[in-house]
């Protein structure tokens, strides 16, 4: 398998402008920029070459060349990060065997994680794989928690029975979830074979994709299955920054295996 991880992050965040390049640091002093962070644990997974970050921004791109990552500029323009993606592929001119879309916000991301979606492939029939982790109870807290306060947090999955996503929403779902049947947080990260990649930014945005602003969903509206992969929860658990409040919860859990990359 020849993957690429691109990761596509962009200056005008409406929940938190300027989010790349925020600084974080972790519990052992290490000040990064968060993209640096999730970079790193992408080059843990498959190694600098088989890395790079695609953004519409020169202040993220000059960061990222300082730290030493390979860069594509693309489009302002483009809608969300899975077109960024496939723009970013086109103008490498690579024919990467998977293409692996890892969100910049997701400095917790494990590299295991990522080779795990990565395996999934060994499925011909699967065309695009993303990962999820069951919720503890503090995990389901934090996402309660962040909906009462009118916060758009972390993403909930359902699965059907076999093992494919039946939808994907920013609310809480399902309705009732408890130790038996608990939360599934999806995590930033989705791999697509070459052609499905190519096909998603072919297609036009749906309603849902419009009203959940979730871009996964122009995949299910179009009727393409969506492998899921279940991974461990890490003992501390498991967040994005996608508001300035989710700074204090990454910080103290950023993993010493991105320190040393």
């Known amino acids: 398998m020849q993957p690429l991880v691109i990761i596509p992050a962009r200056f005008a965040s409406v929940r ?14 290490i000040s990064r920029p968060l993209v640096e962070w999730t970079w790193r644990a992408a080059v843990a997974a498959v190694g600098s070459p088989a890395t790079c970050i695609a953004t519409d ?16 500029l693309t ?3 483009l809608r969300n990060g899975t077109e960024r993606c496939a723009a970013a592929v086109a103008a490498l001119g690579q024919t990467p065997s998977v293409v692996v879309n890892l969100q910049g916000d997701s400095p917790l991301i494990p590299p295991q994680f990522i080779t ?29 928690a962040d909906h009462a306060a009118g916060r758009v947090g972390g993403t909930c999955v359902v699965a059907r029975d076999d093992g494919t996503a039946a939808y994907f929403s920013k609310y809480p779902i399902p309705h009732g979830a408890s130790a038996e049947c608990p939360l599934k947080l999806h995590l930033g990260l989705y791999a697509f074979r070459p052609a499905a990649l190519a096909a998603y930014a072919a297609l036009p945005p749906g309603a849902l994709e419009h009203a959940e602003g979730l871009e996964q969903l122009r995949f299910l509206e179009a009727g393409w299955p969506i492998q899921l992969v279940k991974v461990p929860r890490p003992r501390d658990g498991m967040w994005e920054i996608n508001n300035p409040e989710d700074v204090a919860i990454v910080e103290p859990r950023l993993p010493l295996s991105h320190i040393a990359v």
């Open 16 to 29: 938190f402008p300027g989010k790349p390049l925020f600084r974080l640091t972790s519990s052992e002093g």
């Open 57 to 72: 921004d020169e202040r993220i791109a000059d960061a990222a060349r300082a730290f030493g990552a390979r860069v594509v």
């Open 75 to 77: 489009d302002r323009d």
């Open 116 to 144: 795990a979606v990565l395996a999934a492939f060994g499925q011909p029939a699967v065309q695009v794989a993303t990962p999820f982790v069951e919720c503890d109870a503090a995990m389901m807290a934090l996402i309660h």
